[in-house]
Protein backbone atom coordinates (compact mmCIF):
# COMPACT_ATOMS: atom_id res chain seq x y z
CA UNK A 1 0.00 0.00 0.00
CA UNK A 2 1.12 3.49 -0.75
CA UNK A 3 0.39 6.57 0.14
CA UNK A 4 -0.55 9.34 -2.46
CA UNK A 5 -1.89 13.11 -2.47
CA UNK A 6 -4.03 14.59 -5.25
CA UNK A 7 -4.58 18.17 -5.50
CA UNK A 8 -8.05 18.68 -5.07
CA UNK A 9 -10.47 21.95 -5.69
CA UNK A 10 -8.39 25.50 -4.87
CA UNK A 11 -5.37 22.91 -4.81
CA UNK A 12 -6.40 21.85 -1.21
CA UNK A 13 -3.87 18.10 -0.31
CA UNK A 14 -6.18 15.10 -0.30
CA UNK A 15 -4.62 12.24 0.79
CA UNK A 16 -5.47 8.54 -0.22
CA UNK A 17 -4.27 5.34 0.13
CA UNK A 18 -3.78 2.94 -2.89
CA UNK A 19 -3.36 -0.68 -3.16
CA UNK A 20 -3.55 -3.37 -5.52
CA UNK A 21 -2.29 -4.28 -8.95
CA UNK A 22 -1.68 -0.85 -11.31
CA UNK A 23 -2.79 -3.01 -14.27
CA UNK A 24 -6.08 -4.08 -12.48
CA UNK A 25 -9.50 -1.95 -12.77
CA UNK A 26 -10.09 0.69 -10.40
CA UNK A 27 -12.16 1.33 -7.83
CA UNK A 28 -12.39 4.68 -5.91
CA UNK A 29 -13.27 4.50 -2.75
CA UNK A 30 -15.06 7.75 -0.33
CA UNK A 31 -16.07 7.68 2.80
CA UNK A 32 -18.90 9.73 4.91
CA UNK A 33 -18.80 12.71 6.90
CA UNK A 34 -17.04 12.53 10.05
CA UNK A 35 -14.88 9.08 8.99
CA UNK A 36 -12.18 8.98 7.12
CA UNK A 37 -10.79 6.36 4.81
CA UNK A 38 -9.63 4.01 7.40
CA UNK A 39 -13.75 3.00 7.52
CA UNK A 40 -13.24 0.82 4.09
CA UNK A 41 -10.41 -1.59 5.58
CA UNK A 42 -11.92 -4.56 5.06
CA UNK A 43 -13.80 -3.78 2.03
CA UNK A 44 -10.47 -2.03 0.33
CA UNK A 45 -8.67 -5.65 1.06
CA UNK A 46 -11.53 -8.04 -0.26
CA UNK A 47 -11.30 -5.91 -3.53
CA UNK A 48 -7.44 -5.92 -3.46
CA UNK A 49 -7.70 -9.59 -2.93
CA UNK A 50 -10.54 -9.60 -5.66
CA UNK A 51 -8.06 -8.56 -8.13
CA UNK A 52 -9.13 -5.25 -8.20
CA UNK A 53 -6.76 -1.53 -7.77
CA UNK A 54 -8.00 0.58 -4.83
CA UNK A 55 -8.04 4.01 -3.85
CA UNK A 56 -9.04 4.94 -0.86
CA UNK A 57 -9.48 8.79 -0.06
CA UNK A 58 -9.93 11.49 2.43
CA UNK A 59 -11.92 13.93 1.75
CA UNK A 60 -11.11 17.35 2.84
CA UNK A 61 -11.08 18.41 6.58
CA UNK A 62 -10.68 14.57 7.57
CA UNK A 63 -7.80 12.30 8.28
CA UNK A 64 -4.61 12.77 6.05
CA UNK A 65 -6.18 15.16 3.90
CA UNK A 66 -5.59 19.25 4.32
CA UNK A 67 -8.18 20.79 6.43
CA UNK A 68 -7.91 23.95 4.55
CA UNK A 69 -7.78 27.72 6.41
CA UNK A 70 -10.94 29.10 6.57
CA UNK A 71 -12.42 25.87 6.08
CA UNK A 72 -14.46 25.70 2.58
CA UNK A 73 -16.55 22.70 3.29
CA UNK A 74 -19.49 23.44 0.72
CA UNK A 75 -20.81 20.46 -0.83
CA UNK A 76 -19.73 22.32 -4.00
CA UNK A 77 -16.02 21.80 -2.65
CA UNK A 78 -15.98 18.88 -2.13
CA UNK A 79 -17.51 17.80 -5.54
CA UNK A 80 -14.89 19.47 -7.41
CA UNK A 81 -12.25 18.04 -5.40
CA UNK A 82 -13.34 14.63 -6.43
CA UNK A 83 -13.80 15.49 -10.24
CA UNK A 84 -10.23 16.46 -9.96
CA UNK A 85 -9.29 13.45 -7.92
CA UNK A 86 -10.62 11.48 -10.72
CA UNK A 87 -9.34 13.52 -13.93
CA UNK A 88 -6.04 12.70 -12.22
CA UNK A 89 -6.04 8.80 -12.19
CA UNK A 90 -5.00 7.29 -14.97
CA UNK A 91 -7.96 4.92 -16.17
CA UNK A 92 -12.03 5.45 -15.13
CA UNK A 93 -12.73 3.99 -11.56
CA UNK A 94 -15.85 2.66 -10.33
CA UNK A 95 -16.32 5.17 -7.47
CA UNK A 96 -17.82 3.52 -4.15
CA UNK A 97 -19.17 6.00 -2.14
CA UNK A 98 -21.22 5.64 1.42
CA UNK A 99 -23.52 8.24 2.98
CA UNK A 100 -22.41 12.10 2.43
CA UNK A 101 -19.81 10.73 0.34
CA UNK A 102 -22.47 9.58 -1.89
CA UNK A 103 -23.68 12.88 -2.11
CA UNK A 104 -20.31 13.98 -3.52
CA UNK A 105 -20.35 11.16 -6.07
CA UNK A 106 -23.88 11.72 -7.06
CA UNK A 107 -23.42 15.37 -8.01
CA UNK A 108 -19.97 15.24 -9.45
CA UNK A 109 -20.58 12.33 -11.91
CA UNK A 110 -24.10 13.99 -13.00
CA UNK A 111 -22.05 15.73 -15.54
CA UNK A 112 -19.89 13.82 -18.04
CA UNK A 113 -20.03 11.24 -15.55
CA UNK A 114 -19.53 7.96 -17.46
CA UNK A 115 -16.68 10.00 -18.85
CA UNK A 116 -14.87 10.21 -15.53
CA UNK A 117 -16.20 6.97 -13.80
CA UNK A 118 -16.68 3.15 -15.04
CA UNK A 119 -19.63 2.55 -12.97
CA UNK A 120 -21.03 4.43 -9.16
CA UNK A 121 -21.98 2.58 -5.90
CA UNK A 122 -24.27 4.30 -3.56
CA UNK A 123 -23.56 2.66 0.33
CA UNK A 124 -26.28 3.83 2.59
CA UNK A 125 -27.25 6.75 0.86
CA UNK A 126 -29.88 8.87 2.59
CA UNK A 127 -31.96 10.88 -0.34
CA UNK A 128 -33.09 13.33 2.25
CA UNK A 129 -31.57 13.34 5.92
CA UNK A 130 -34.40 13.72 8.41
CA UNK A 131 -34.16 16.28 10.27
CA UNK A 132 -33.89 15.17 13.71
CA UNK A 133 -31.97 12.35 12.73
CA UNK A 134 -29.02 14.73 10.90
CA UNK A 135 -28.71 16.92 13.97
CA UNK A 136 -28.46 13.75 16.25
CA UNK A 137 -26.01 12.21 13.66
CA UNK A 138 -24.18 15.93 13.53
CA UNK A 139 -23.94 16.10 17.37
CA UNK A 140 -22.20 12.75 17.57
CA UNK A 141 -19.81 13.02 14.79
CA UNK A 142 -18.60 16.33 16.49
CA UNK A 143 -18.36 14.74 19.94
CA UNK A 144 -16.44 11.90 18.19
CA UNK A 145 -14.83 14.23 16.24
CA UNK A 146 -13.66 16.09 19.62
CA UNK A 147 -11.97 13.22 21.07
CA UNK A 148 -9.69 11.74 18.45
CA UNK A 149 -9.72 14.80 15.85
CA UNK A 150 -9.13 13.02 12.91
CA UNK A 151 -11.42 14.89 11.02
CA UNK A 152 -12.31 19.07 11.23
CA UNK A 153 -15.50 20.02 13.19
CA UNK A 154 -16.57 22.86 10.96
CA UNK A 155 -16.25 19.67 7.72
CA UNK A 156 -20.33 19.79 8.07
CA UNK A 157 -20.90 23.69 8.58
CA UNK A 158 -21.32 24.26 5.01
CA UNK A 159 -23.55 21.50 3.87
CA UNK A 160 -26.82 22.50 3.44
CA UNK A 161 -29.12 19.74 3.72
CA UNK A 162 -32.02 21.36 2.59
CA UNK A 163 -30.69 21.89 -0.30
CA UNK A 164 -29.02 18.58 -0.90
CA UNK A 165 -31.91 16.34 -1.16
CA UNK A 166 -33.41 18.68 -4.55
CA UNK A 167 -29.72 18.41 -6.00
CA UNK A 168 -29.87 14.55 -5.51
CA UNK A 169 -33.15 14.40 -7.46
CA UNK A 170 -31.84 16.69 -9.76
CA UNK A 171 -28.55 14.79 -10.45
CA UNK A 172 -30.48 11.05 -10.62
CA UNK A 173 -31.53 10.84 -14.61
CA UNK A 174 -27.99 12.79 -14.92
CA UNK A 175 -26.75 9.66 -13.64
CA UNK A 176 -25.54 7.71 -17.30
CA UNK A 177 -23.41 5.22 -16.08
CA UNK A 178 -24.31 1.74 -14.49
CA UNK A 179 -25.48 2.31 -10.59
CA UNK A 180 -25.75 0.16 -7.79
CA UNK A 181 -27.60 1.39 -4.82
CA UNK A 182 -27.52 -0.44 -1.87
CA UNK A 183 -28.61 0.21 1.43
CA UNK A 184 -28.73 -1.58 5.03
CA UNK A 185 -32.29 -2.16 6.84
CA UNK A 186 -32.07 1.75 8.51
CA UNK A 187 -35.44 2.65 8.26
CA UNK A 188 -34.43 6.36 7.72
CA UNK A 189 -32.31 5.91 4.77
CA UNK A 190 -34.36 3.52 3.28
CA UNK A 191 -37.56 4.90 3.74
CA UNK A 192 -36.52 9.09 3.54
CA UNK A 193 -38.66 11.11 1.75
CA UNK A 194 -37.43 11.09 -2.18
CA UNK A 195 -35.73 7.57 -1.96
CA UNK A 196 -37.66 5.79 -4.56
CA UNK A 197 -38.14 8.69 -6.42
CA UNK A 198 -34.26 9.11 -6.63
CA UNK A 199 -34.12 4.99 -7.39
CA UNK A 200 -36.47 5.46 -10.06
CA UNK A 201 -35.01 8.37 -11.69
CA UNK A 202 -31.56 6.34 -12.26
CA UNK A 203 -30.80 5.65 -16.41
CA UNK A 204 -28.91 2.34 -15.46
CA UNK A 205 -29.14 1.20 -11.67
CA UNK A 206 -29.71 -1.67 -9.44
CA UNK A 207 -30.97 -1.67 -5.99
CA UNK A 208 -30.31 -3.59 -3.62
CA UNK A 209 -31.56 -3.52 0.30
CA UNK A 210 -30.10 -5.59 3.12
CA UNK A 211 -32.90 -7.13 4.64
CA UNK A 212 -31.95 -6.99 8.14
CA UNK A 213 -33.43 -4.07 10.45
CA UNK A 214 -31.73 -1.31 11.87
CA UNK A 215 -27.94 -1.80 10.37
CA UNK A 216 -26.03 0.31 8.10
CA UNK A 217 -24.79 -2.06 5.34
CA UNK A 218 -21.53 -0.22 5.35
CA UNK A 219 -20.22 -1.00 9.44
CA UNK A 220 -22.82 -3.85 10.08
CA UNK A 221 -22.69 -6.00 6.82
CA UNK A 222 -19.38 -5.65 5.41
CA UNK A 223 -19.28 -8.60 4.35
CA UNK A 224 -22.90 -8.91 2.54
CA UNK A 225 -22.09 -5.34 1.07
CA UNK A 226 -18.28 -6.81 -0.13
CA UNK A 227 -20.31 -9.85 -1.93
CA UNK A 228 -22.63 -7.35 -3.99
CA UNK A 229 -19.94 -5.00 -4.39
CA UNK A 230 -17.93 -7.73 -6.03
CA UNK A 231 -21.10 -9.26 -8.31
CA UNK A 232 -21.78 -5.97 -9.51
CA UNK A 233 -17.99 -5.53 -10.26
CA UNK A 234 -17.33 -8.76 -11.82
CA UNK A 235 -20.72 -8.22 -14.44
CA UNK A 236 -20.27 -4.65 -15.16
CA UNK A 237 -16.05 -3.94 -15.08
CA UNK A 238 -15.15 -7.42 -16.00
CA UNK A 239 -11.37 -8.49 -15.43
CA UNK A 240 -10.10 -10.11 -18.24
CA UNK A 241 -9.04 -13.89 -17.33
CA UNK A 242 -5.92 -14.84 -17.14
CA UNK A 243 -5.14 -17.70 -19.45
CA UNK A 244 -2.63 -20.67 -19.78
CA UNK A 245 -2.34 -22.76 -23.03
CA UNK A 246 -0.06 -25.18 -23.47
CA UNK A 247 3.58 -23.58 -24.48
CA UNK A 248 2.83 -20.19 -22.79
CA UNK A 249 4.48 -19.52 -19.72
CA UNK A 250 5.07 -21.85 -16.67
CA UNK A 251 4.42 -18.44 -14.53
CA UNK A 252 0.48 -18.32 -15.46
CA UNK A 253 0.21 -22.05 -14.73
CA UNK A 254 1.59 -21.57 -11.44
CA UNK A 255 -0.86 -18.43 -10.38
CA UNK A 256 -3.62 -20.94 -11.98
CA UNK A 257 -2.76 -23.49 -9.57
CA UNK A 258 -2.10 -21.55 -6.78
CA UNK A 259 -5.55 -20.86 -7.09
CA UNK A 260 -6.31 -24.49 -4.89
CA UNK A 261 -5.92 -23.79 -1.55
CA UNK A 262 -3.75 -26.51 0.59
CA UNK A 263 -2.58 -26.79 3.80
CA UNK A 264 1.41 -27.11 4.50
CA UNK A 265 3.78 -29.78 5.06
CA UNK A 266 7.42 -30.73 5.79
CA UNK A 267 8.56 -34.11 4.16
CA UNK A 268 11.22 -35.58 6.15
CA UNK A 269 13.46 -38.73 5.60
CA UNK A 270 16.94 -39.71 6.74
CA UNK A 271 19.55 -39.46 4.26
CA UNK A 272 22.01 -42.66 3.50
CA UNK A 273 24.31 -41.22 6.17
CA UNK A 274 22.06 -40.92 8.99
CA UNK A 275 21.49 -37.01 8.63
CA UNK A 276 18.14 -35.65 8.83
CA UNK A 277 16.64 -33.86 5.29
CA UNK A 278 13.87 -32.21 4.81
CA UNK A 279 11.28 -29.94 2.64
CA UNK A 280 8.23 -27.86 2.64
CA UNK A 281 5.97 -29.17 0.55
CA UNK A 282 1.87 -28.55 -0.05
CA UNK A 283 1.45 -30.86 -3.12
CA UNK A 284 0.51 -33.65 -0.64
CA UNK A 285 -2.21 -35.74 -1.25
CA UNK A 286 -4.28 -39.17 0.52
CA UNK A 287 -4.48 -41.67 -2.01
CA UNK A 288 -5.62 -44.71 -0.73
CA UNK A 289 -7.66 -46.01 2.44
CA UNK A 290 -6.69 -49.41 2.04
CA UNK A 291 -3.64 -50.03 1.71
CA UNK A 292 -3.28 -46.51 3.58
CA UNK A 293 -1.44 -44.55 0.88
CA UNK A 294 -0.69 -40.86 0.56
CA UNK A 295 1.60 -39.09 -1.97
CA UNK A 296 3.58 -36.02 -2.48
CA UNK A 297 5.22 -34.56 -5.45
CA UNK A 298 9.32 -33.85 -5.36
CA UNK A 299 10.62 -31.60 -8.08
CA UNK A 300 13.75 -33.50 -9.50
CA UNK A 301 15.88 -30.32 -8.91
CA UNK A 302 15.29 -30.13 -5.39
CA UNK A 303 18.17 -30.76 -3.54
CA UNK A 304 16.85 -33.25 -1.15
CA UNK A 305 15.02 -34.93 -4.01
CA UNK A 306 17.74 -37.71 -4.94
CA UNK A 307 17.88 -38.89 -1.16
CA UNK A 308 14.57 -38.75 -0.50
CA UNK A 309 13.79 -40.97 -3.30
CA UNK A 310 16.35 -43.65 -1.77
CA UNK A 311 14.86 -43.32 1.47
CA UNK A 312 13.32 -46.59 2.62
CA UNK A 313 10.69 -44.34 4.94
CA UNK A 314 9.38 -40.54 4.83
CA UNK A 315 7.68 -38.61 7.05
CA UNK A 316 4.82 -36.33 6.26
CA UNK A 317 4.46 -33.61 9.18
CA UNK A 318 1.42 -31.29 8.68
CA UNK A 319 2.00 -27.60 9.81
CA UNK A 320 0.21 -25.86 12.36
CA UNK A 321 -0.69 -21.94 12.38
CA UNK A 322 2.76 -21.07 14.61
CA UNK A 323 5.23 -23.16 12.27
CA UNK A 324 4.88 -20.09 9.24
CA UNK A 325 9.38 -20.11 9.76
CA UNK A 326 9.17 -23.45 9.84
CA UNK A 327 7.83 -23.71 6.54
CA UNK A 328 10.22 -20.65 5.12
CA UNK A 329 13.00 -22.60 7.12
CA UNK A 330 12.64 -25.70 5.07
CA UNK A 331 11.59 -23.64 1.48
CA UNK A 332 14.82 -21.67 2.05
CA UNK A 333 18.89 -21.77 1.67
CA UNK A 334 21.38 -21.47 3.46
CA UNK A 335 20.39 -22.27 6.75
CA UNK A 336 20.86 -25.81 8.40
CA UNK A 337 17.05 -26.50 8.89
CA UNK A 338 17.12 -28.96 11.64
CA UNK A 339 19.51 -27.71 13.56
CA UNK A 340 16.72 -24.34 14.17
CA UNK A 341 14.15 -26.55 14.23
CA UNK A 342 12.46 -28.94 17.44
CA UNK A 343 12.39 -32.36 16.18
CA UNK A 344 12.75 -36.18 17.33
CA UNK A 345 12.89 -39.39 15.89
CA UNK A 346 9.77 -41.14 15.06
CA UNK A 347 9.14 -45.66 15.42
CA UNK A 348 10.43 -45.61 11.96
CA UNK A 349 13.77 -43.48 12.00
CA UNK A 350 12.33 -40.45 10.59
CA UNK A 351 12.41 -36.90 11.69
CA UNK A 352 9.30 -35.67 13.12
CA UNK A 353 9.03 -32.47 13.91
CA UNK A 354 7.89 -31.31 17.34
CA UNK A 355 4.68 -29.41 17.53
CA UNK A 356 2.95 -30.38 14.21
CA UNK A 357 -0.78 -30.37 13.21
CA UNK A 358 0.24 -33.95 12.77
CA UNK A 359 2.49 -36.35 11.13
CA UNK A 360 2.30 -39.87 8.91
CA UNK A 361 5.05 -41.68 9.66
CA UNK A 362 5.47 -43.96 5.48
CA UNK A 363 7.67 -46.43 3.80
CA UNK A 364 8.27 -46.17 0.51
CA UNK A 365 5.16 -47.65 -1.90
CA UNK A 366 6.46 -46.28 -5.14
CA UNK A 367 8.04 -43.89 -7.37
CA UNK A 368 6.33 -42.55 -10.43
CA UNK A 369 7.99 -39.96 -12.96
CA UNK A 370 5.83 -36.70 -13.16
CA UNK A 371 7.50 -34.70 -15.56
CA UNK A 372 10.01 -32.39 -13.68
CA UNK A 373 8.71 -33.77 -10.70
CA UNK A 374 8.61 -37.03 -9.19
CA UNK A 375 5.57 -38.69 -7.74
CA UNK A 376 6.37 -40.72 -4.33
CA UNK A 377 4.07 -42.62 -2.75
CA UNK A 378 4.03 -43.83 0.75
CA UNK A 379 2.47 -46.37 2.78
CA UNK A 380 1.42 -45.01 5.86
CA UNK A 381 2.39 -47.13 8.90
CA UNK A 382 1.51 -44.50 11.75
CA UNK A 383 -0.67 -41.58 11.81
CA UNK A 384 -0.52 -38.70 14.42
CA UNK A 385 -2.58 -35.57 15.01
CA UNK A 386 -3.48 -32.95 17.35
CA UNK A 387 -7.46 -31.97 17.40
CA UNK A 388 -7.07 -28.54 18.92
CA UNK A 389 -4.64 -27.37 16.40
CA UNK A 390 -5.67 -25.04 13.48
CA UNK A 391 -3.45 -25.93 10.07
CA UNK A 392 -1.41 -23.20 8.26
CA UNK A 393 -2.79 -22.43 4.78
CA UNK A 394 -1.24 -21.84 1.33
CA UNK A 395 -3.56 -19.97 -1.15
CA UNK A 396 -2.56 -17.99 -4.31
CA UNK A 397 1.16 -17.93 -2.94
CA UNK A 398 0.27 -16.52 0.55
CA UNK A 399 0.37 -18.11 3.87
CA UNK A 400 -3.64 -18.46 5.21
CA UNK A 401 -5.54 -18.81 8.16
CA UNK A 402 -8.85 -20.32 8.55
CA UNK A 403 -11.58 -18.41 9.02
CA UNK A 404 -14.77 -20.25 9.74
CA UNK A 405 -18.29 -18.48 7.61
C1 LIG B 1 4.28 -23.39 0.38
C2 LIG B 1 5.33 -24.14 -0.38
C3 LIG B 1 5.02 -25.34 -0.97
C4 LIG B 1 5.98 -26.07 -1.68
N1 LIG B 1 5.64 -27.26 -2.22
C5 LIG B 1 6.57 -28.01 -2.86
C6 LIG B 1 6.25 -29.27 -3.36
O1 LIG B 1 5.13 -29.76 -3.24
N2 LIG B 1 7.22 -29.97 -3.98
C7 LIG B 1 8.49 -29.49 -4.15
O2 LIG B 1 9.34 -30.18 -4.73
N3 LIG B 1 8.82 -28.24 -3.68
C8 LIG B 1 7.91 -27.52 -3.03
N4 LIG B 1 8.23 -26.29 -2.52
C9 LIG B 1 9.56 -25.75 -2.77
C10 LIG B 1 10.61 -26.34 -1.87
O3 LIG B 1 10.24 -26.32 -0.52
C11 LIG B 1 11.90 -25.53 -2.03
O4 LIG B 1 12.28 -25.53 -3.40
C12 LIG B 1 13.04 -26.04 -1.19
O5 LIG B 1 14.06 -25.06 -1.15
C13 LIG B 1 13.65 -27.32 -1.70
O6 LIG B 1 14.71 -27.64 -0.84
P1 LIG B 1 15.93 -28.52 -1.32
O7 LIG B 1 16.44 -27.89 -2.60
O8 LIG B 1 16.87 -28.48 -0.19
O9 LIG B 1 15.38 -29.89 -1.56
C14 LIG B 1 7.30 -25.56 -1.82
C15 LIG B 1 7.61 -24.33 -1.20
C16 LIG B 1 6.64 -23.63 -0.50
C17 LIG B 1 7.00 -22.33 0.17
Known sequence: MTIHHFKGFGGVRL?????????????????????????????????????????????????GSEWPEGGRYDLAAHVEDLRAVLAQLGSRPVVVAATFGGWIASIALSVDGSNLAAGLVLVDMPVRSDPQVAKDIGERLRKVGTKVSDWDNRALDGVDLDAVSAQLLDAGPSLKLPTLVIRGGISWVRQAEGTKEFDKSLPDAEVFEVADADLLVMTDRTEALLAHLLDFLERKQPRTANEFRAGSDARTLRDAMGCFATGITVVTALGDDGAPIGLTANSFTSVSLDPPLLLVCIAKTSGTAHRLREAEHFAVNMLQTSQQPTSNRFAGKGQDRFAATAWHSGETGVPLLDGSLGSFECKRHAVHQGGDHFILIGEVVRAQYEPRRDPLLYFRGKYRRLHFA
Open 15 to 63: EADISGDENDPAILLVHGAGQTRAVWGTVAEGLVQAGRRVVSLDLRGHG
